[in-house]
């Protein structure tokens, strides 16, 4: 029941300390706050009185102090919780090195707080596990500053163990929020409906339950898939739903997620199958009864899949009843099914466990905060490093805000 939303910061704050009328925003909160949903609220792009540069941080955190505790004070009761900044880790959205990510989410958690001590104060969400970025920036002692640690990934299932144990080694113990996760599909045909072809469009539905069960299994706290509306970004088509709001096929395979992996808890994968079986198992409560739930699909040609104990149901990703087998068997395909099975039968499954959570980093946030000002044509991303000049002394100033 969360739902990601998005504001753009300029037309919020006109200019410096001058707050806009009640607008779209406020409209959607209240709106989604009253249809029974928690939000939670990212921004990305500096007003132009800030940064010139729009997809960089304001240069001065104050700034971004007084936004945050102005947005917490003012969608008190109906935003729960807040991502200062998407993605700031790419160049898309400012290409930030490590340091200036920590820097920037300290003054943003210090001034979230400041404006509501029980709002989430979330991390500034990383785009993908660039090891030479993360490790910086967890060299600058961020963890008193995020109750969660945020990420997206839009890479295969397989590639997922890999990914979140980057994440994992910084996160400092904080709860792992995947707030956007996909492997997008591209539309053909007229230019005007965008809309993928009926192959497409199965593939599109189809990855929705594996996506889920790949990102659960690691230890994800909240997956929010990306995302609802219809958008394009090229070539490739992310949404669920049509320009017309009908739903495409992904939009039902959502919703069966959503109820036959509800409350899920990972219990591990499924050991000792042939090679392109994928099976994942929780501790879920579809329909609200508790069962042990398996997610499962073949990544090569059909295979059999033997189970201890004949299921209770079994269901396709579109969430349809499927018959049940005469034994305790399944053939398992592209198309990934939900197997009911009763609680108990956990214990007899032949289980690789699921990830352990990092060890909980304990610290207290500091009300000082150092920053670092490098002119951005001397960062060098990739290293999260800054390009220094042999032999030439340059100035660099260090500020310091309280």
């Known amino acids: 029941n969360w739902v990601r939303d998005r504001l753009t910061w300029p037309e919020v704050e006109l200019v410096r300390g001058q707050l806009a009328g009640r607008g779209k925003y406020d409209a959607s909160a209240q709106a989604q706050t009253a249809a029974g949903w928690q939000v939670l609220q990212v921004n990305h792009i500096s007003p132009g009185w800030a940064n010139p540069n729009s997809k ?43 340091a200036e990510i920590a820097s ?4 943003a958690y210090l001034g979230l707080k400041a404006g509501n001590r ?42 997922y163990g890999e990914i979140y144990g980057r994440f994992r080694a910084v996160s400092s113990g904080r709860p792992i929020w995947v707030t956007e996760c996909n492997v997008p599909v591209r539309w053909s045909g007229s230019p005007k409906l965008q809309e993928p072809s009926a192959e497409d469009l199965r593939v599109q539905a ?22 609802l ?33 509800a409350d899920a808890r990972p219990l591990g994968q499924l050991a000792g199958q042939a090679a392109e079986v994928r099976a994942f198992a929780f501790r879920s409560a579809p329909d609200g009864q508790p069962k042990t739930l398996l997610v499962a699909w073949s990544d090569g040609v059909p295979q059999r899949l033997p189970l201890p104990v ?44 699921p990830p352990c959570e990092a060890p909980l980093r304990e610290g207290q946030p500091c009300p ?35």
Not at 77 to 83: D, I, L, Y
Not at 127 to 135: R, S, W
């Open 56 to 98: 960089r941080f304001p240069p001065d955190l104050r700034d971004a102090y007084r936004f945050y505790r102005s947005m917490a004070r003012r969608w008190r009761g109906a935003v729960m919780a807040f991502e200062p900044w998407n993605e700031a880790d790419i160049p898309q959205f400012g290409g930030h090195t490590g």
């Open 104 to 107: 920037f989410q300290k003054a």
């Open 229 to 261: 509306p219809h958008y394009v970004e090229g070539q490739t088509q992310f949404g669920v739903l049509r320009r017309d709001l009908t739903p495409r096929p992904a939009f039902v395979a959502l919703a069966a997620v959503g109820r036959l992996l």
């Open 310 to 353: 004949a299921p209770l149901a079994v269901f396709d990703h579109l969430g349809r009843p499927m018959a049940l087998a005469a034994d305790a068997a399944l053939e398992v395909k592209r198309a990934p099914v939900f197997v009911l099975l009763p609680v108990d039968a956990a214990g007899r499954l032949q289980l690789r466990e």
């Open 206 to 227: 189809e990855r929705v339950a594996k996506v889920f069960a790949g990102s659960l299994h690691q230890g994800a706290a909240q997956v929010f898939y990306f995302l």
């Open 118 to 159: 029980q709002i989430i104060a979330c991390q500034n969400v990383f785009a993908v596990a660039q090891p030479a970025i993360l490790e910086d920036f967890h060299a600058n002692g961020p963890w008193p500053y995020f109750d969660t640690f945020n990420l997206h990934h839009y890479a295969p299932v397989d590639q």
């Open 368 to 402: 000082v905060v150092l920053q670092a000002v490098w002119p951005e044509k001397q960062v060098d991303l990739k290293n999260s490093a800054y390009k220094l000049v042999a032999g030439k002394a340059q100035a660099i100033p260090v500020c310091v805000y309280n």
